[in-house]
C-alpha cells in the first residue's frame, strides 16, 4: 500500500498570499496517478488536480500542481477567501486508492 | 447535472448490519466506476471500495469479507453492504464516481454529500 504523508498539518496564511502544500508517497507514483482535493467543512470533496498537474473542469487558474515520482506539490498563487479549507492529496494508480491525512489551511 | 444521493446511514448497534444506497442521474451511469469513501468524524478520507462497470470490485483490506459494494444499473445506483460492523466504522460514507469515462486511471469527482454511519450501543 503507498502511503501518502502531507506537510504541513495546518498552515496559516493571509488573502493574496501564496501557498505551498506538500504530498510524499512512499513509493514512486510512475504514472503520476496523483490527485488534489479541497474539502470545506460539512461538504463532500472537490476535485482540483488530477495527473499531478492538470486542473479538474472549472477549477480556477490560481491553483497549480507539480511533481513526480514521490514528492508532490499544490501551489495556491493568491489566496481568496474561499480557498481556506483541507486539502487532501491521493493516488489512484491502483487500490487501495490512498489518502493522505490532509493539510488545513487556515486564516492567519 | 450530475448528482449523487446516499442514503441508508442511521444508528447501529455494534455487531449489526446496514446498507448504503447511493443514487445518482445526470450521466451515463453503467458507463462509470463507482466508488466508497468513508471519513471518520475529524479525521482524513479513506477509500472503501469499487465496483467497475463489468461489475469487477475490489475492497480496502479492513472491510473485505464484511462489506459488498454491487450495482444496479437499471436503477443508476451503486450500494454499500456492510455486515459486522464495530465501532471503528462509525463515520461519514460518501459515494464518488470515476472522474472520467475514458480508459485508463482517473480519481474521483463529483462525490455524494455523504450519510453518517453511527457504530455505538
Known amino acids: 500500500e503507498i502511503v501518502l504523508t502531507q506537510s504541513p498539518g495546518t498552515l496559516s496564511l493571509s488573502p493574496g498570499e501564496r501557498a505551498t502544500l506538500s504530498c510524499r508517497a512512499s513509493?514512486?507514483?510512475?504514472?503520476?496517478?496523483l490527485a488534489w482535493y479541497q474539502q470545506k467543512p460539512g461538504q463532500a470533496p472537490r476535485l482540483l488536480i488530477y495527473?499531478?498537474?492538470s486542473r479538474a473542469t472549472g477549477i480556477p487558474d490560481r491553483f497549480s500542481g507539480s511533481g513526480s515520482g514521490t514528492d508532490f506539490t499544490l501551489t495556491i498563487s493568491r489566496l481568496e477567501p474561499e480557498d481556506f479549507a483541507v486539502y487532501s492529496c491521493q493516488q489512484y494508480g491502483d487500490s487501495p486508492y490512498t489518502f493522505g491525512q490532509g493539510t488545513k489551511l487556515e486564516i492567519k | 447535472e450530475v448528482q449523487l444521493v446516499e442514503s441508508g446511514g442511521s444508528l447501529v448497534q455494534p455487531g449489526g448490519s446496514l446498507r448504503l444506497s447511493c443514487a445518482t442521474s445526470g450521466f451515463t451511469f453503467s458507463s462509470y466506476w463507482m466508488h466508497w469513501v468513508r471519513q471518520a468524524p475529524g479525521k482524513g478520507l479513506v477509500w472503501v471500495s469499487r465496483i467497475k462497470t463489468d461489475g469487477t470490485t475490489a475492497y480496502a483490506d479492513f472491510v473485505k469479507g464484511r462489506f459488498t459494494i454491487s450495482r444496479d444499473n437499471a436503477k443508476n445506483t451503486v450500494y454499500l453492504q456492510m455486515n459486522n460492523l464495530g465501532a471503528e466504522d462509525t463515520a461519514v460514507y460518501y459515494c464518488?464516481?470515476?472522474?472520467?469515462?475514458?480508459?485508463?486511471?482517473?480519481?474521483?469527482?463529483?462525490w455524494g454529500q455523504g450519510t453518517l454511519v453511527t457504530v455505538s450501543s
Open positions: 495527473g499531478a498537474s
Open positions: 513509493q514512486s507514483l510512475n504514472s503520476i496517478y
Open positions: 464518488a464516481r470515476r472522474y472520467s469515462e475514458s480508459n485508463g486511471n482517473y480519481p474521483f469527482d463529483p
